[in-house]
């Protein structure tokens, strides 16, 4: 028996929230996804940081978003060391974003660029098998 994915809480949301300017735009639509109900944000240092109440609450998520802002890819290895692998995924600097550093100044049009990159991957259904 398959069931499409998912509601908001069975959603989290990981993302840099790097020094950058591109870090910052990463964690800003988070920040936004969440507020709109999209999902849920957990925190990517519990996870990098072994804390087995994040970790666990990751395995048991249907969708793994993460949002990373540059190459280094913070978000992606981080989920990658604990075994995890994310569902859903933006890097910044490949959608045409030049990383540099934080003016103070968040660029408003990236966040609402990244926020619907992530929107079309989150709202395409994916089948989870139950047995």
């Known amino acids: ?12 949301i990981f993302t840099c929230s790097g020094s950058s300017n591109v870090g910052q735009v990463a964690n800003q639509a988070a920040v936004d996804l969440q507020q709109e109900g999209i999902g849920k944000m957990l925190c990517l240092a519990g996870i990098g940081g072994h804390v087995s109440g994040m970790i666990a609450s990751a395995q048991s998520a249907k969708r793994l978003v993460g949002i990373d802002g540059c190459s280094v890819a913070c978000t992606k290895k981080t989920m990658e060391h604990v075994g995890l692998s994310l569902t859903d995924y933006v890097l910044i600097t490949a959608l045409g974003y030049e990383k540099g550093p934080y003016s103070g100044t968040m660029d408003k049009k990236a966040v609402d660029k990244i926020k619907d990159e992530m929107k079309k991957q989150i709202v395409k259904p994916i089948k989870i098998e139950v047995k």
């Open 1 to 12: 028996m398959a069931e499409e994915c998912c509601s908001p809480s069975e959603i989290l």
